[in-house]
């Protein structure tokens, strides 16, 4: 089964800052990568599916890239109301794997 | 408005049983896959099963930490989906979401339920 690995486990950005976080796949996914942000006590919502489309509603600073086994989701310009949680997940087949996710903090 | 209710949690004994339920309103549910995603205290997300749809020949699918002792199911006629969840382990406890997908995108997920595994 294919692992996803995601680094850094957790990082401390200020307002203003470009962020860029990692998640890595243990066998060519193609883009069939998913991004999820999850804020404490709030279910998962939807970011990026493959790889690099961002779903409606979700800010144009938030941008996947990446394709293969490597895969980055950059948040330009964060903002204090992205503190939360980052997933990413393999798409397109069973297992749906998420990787064990990047806390993001403001400073 | 899309909505997904999951119900059913509580506080059950090593080895015991539940029985998890997803109601579902506002799409069409027989385009969807239905699947149970679990999270730990303290944990990140974990896929627990899927359920894919008519046209997908009904086909489950289950992570391997679960299967054999969890079955998911559906009931289109109700947009309804289940996860009867057996054998139980302290390390089945977390929270249960269900959530909709396609091929691309879990893009609704309900609240999720609560389950605990003590004695």
């Known amino acids: 089964n294919i692992v996803m690995t995601q680094s850094p486990k957790s990082m401390s950005i200020s307002v203003g800052d470009r962020v860029t976080m990692n998640c890595k796949a243990s066998q060519n996914v193609g883009n069939n990568i998913a991004w999820y942000q999850q804020k404490p006590g709030q279910s998962p919502k939807l970011l990026i599916y493959y790889a690099s489309n961002r779903y409606t509603g979700v800010p144009d600073r938030f941008t996947g890239g990446g394709y293969g086994t490597d895969f980055t989701l950059t948040i330009n310009s964060v903002q204090a109301e992205d503190a939360a949680f980052y997933y990413c997940?393999?798409?397109?087949?069973?297992?749906?794997?998420f990787g064990g996710g990047t806390k993001l903090e403001l400073k | 408005e899309v909505q997904i209710l999951e119900t059913g949690g509580g506080l059950v004994k090593p080895g015991g049983s539940l029985r998890l339920s997803c109601a579902t309103s506002g799409f069409n549910f027989n385009d969807y896959f239905m699947h149970w995603v679990r999270q730990a205290p303290g944990n990140g997300l974990e896929w627990v099963a899927e359920?894919?749809?008519?046209?997908?020949?009904?086909?489950?699918y289950y992570a391997a930490s679960v299967k054999g002792r969890f079955t998911i199911s559906r009931d289109d006629s109700k947009s309804s989906v289940y996860l009867q969840v057996s054998s139980l382990r302290a390390e089945d406890t977390a929270i249960y979401y269900c959530t909709r997908s396609d091929w691309e995108t879990f893009d609704y997920w309900g609240q999720g339920v609560m389950v605990t595994v003590s004695s």
């Open positions: 997940q393999r798409i397109y087949n069973s297992p749906w794997t």
């Open positions: 359920v894919r749809n008519k046209n997908n020949n009904y086909a489950t």
